[in-house]
């Protein structure tokens, strides 16, 4: 206990939980870590194995993948064993690197699924006429994702914002506590860019999106009327899982950036920055899980060879969108 005490002294910004709140979080982030390995990875081997499944949107599923498992080997696997002691064990070093790799991670995960959204506008809605998603623009824009990523975590390692202990003092973040001006400027700079973009990004893509299923349910009968249903269906659920994910988390560090001085529970200052890594499970789920076509491959894998729901006979529902906005409403 004598580290555990002395980690407190040394940082004011720390959240001192009791034990048993310790123990909690280590409890939920084991079963948070678990669910997101084996769901990402049931993800990237499927695609992998099936030369089918090898198409551009595909490819940023298989990229958000690979960016939640980082995020879940680097940010939340750590996490179950600092809760577990109730202190932080890796260091000065571990806290800085640990910090940049989630952040990293995180940020490409978030720019992924901004891409995800734009594929989608590209495939429905056909914003530029011809002009179709490619492989090439999938790998140009995930290539992207990464860089853009990498520029905006980058600065706290060369002095502008910085890495420290957050929430409970048993994991690393961006530094959003800090009164200090580089601190400060960096975080407003940080969250406007690599949040606030992906975000605009996603609720622009997606309201164009359900706007044209809207008019081709009007000329395209009951089928497209199916088709609006099923994928306002997603949209939902897709807005919803990145507000409940990284929206708290946001709101936290803004509101302690421009009010140093506000009094928040402890709860309020150490849930968001967990909710943010349950974000490594829903996305698989909503992204993935809920595509019939990649279901038909991933359920077996994952029981052990045995489906329990047959697959139907229905189109995917990319598919089923398509049609009626290429044959109803393409312009004149």
């Known amino acids: 206990m004598h580290l555990f005490d002395q980690i407190f002294s040394k940082n004011s910004n720390i959240v001192p939980l009791p034990w048993a709140g310790f123990i909690t979080l280590s409890l939920l982030m084991a079963v948070f870590s678990i669910t997101a390995v084996v769901l990402n990875a049931t ?7 099936h030369k089918q499944l090898r198409q551009p949107l595909n490819f940023a599923l298989v990229n958000l993948a690979v960016a939640d498992l980082g995020i879940t080997l680097t940010g939340s696997v750590p996490s179950v064993v600092t809760n577990a002691l109730g202190y932080y064990i890796m260091g000065r070093v571990g806290c800085v690197l640990e910090g940049f790799c989630v952040a990293l991670f995180g940020i490409t995960a978030l720019c992924t699924v901004a891409l995800i959204a734009v594929e989608r506008l590209f495939v429905v809605c056909k914003p530029l006429g011809t002009i179709t ?24 390692l060369f002095g502008w914002g ?11 973040g961006p530094d959003w506590q800090s009164r200090d001006l580089k601190n400060v400027s960096y975080i407003i700079c940080y969250f406007s860019l690599c949040f606030a973009v992906p975000f605009f990004i996603i609720v622009v893509s997606y309201s164009w999106l359900l706007y044209t299923l809207r008019q081709v349910a009007k ?4 089928t497209a009327a199916r088709a609006e249903s099923k994928v306002a269906w997603m949209v939902v659920m897709m807005v919803l899982a990145f507000l409940v994910s990284w929206l708290p988390y946001a709101a936290l560090a803004l509101t302690v950036v421009f009010n140093p001085d506000v009094q928040l529970a402890v709860l309020v200052k150490v849930v968001p920055i967990y909710m943010a890594k349950s974000s490594t499970v829903y996305n698989p789920l909503i992204y993935i899980y809920m595509n019939k076509k990649f279901q038909k491959y991933a359920i077996p894998l994952l029981m052990c060879g045995r489906d329990p729901w047959p697959s139907e006979d229905d189109v995917s529902d990319v598919q089923t969108v398509v049609s009626p906005l290429n044959n109803k409403i393409s312009p004149e």
């Open 219 to 222: 000329v395209g009968g009951c």
């Open 162 to 172: 910085s890495y420290q202990l957050e929430g409970a003092g048993t994991s690393c």
């Open 43 to 49: 993800v990237i081997v499927v695609t992998l194995r």
């Open 133 to 156: 998603f490619q492989t090439k623009h999938a790998a140009g824009g995930l290539l992207l994702s990464w860089l853009w990523s990498l520029v905006w975590n980058s600065p706290p």
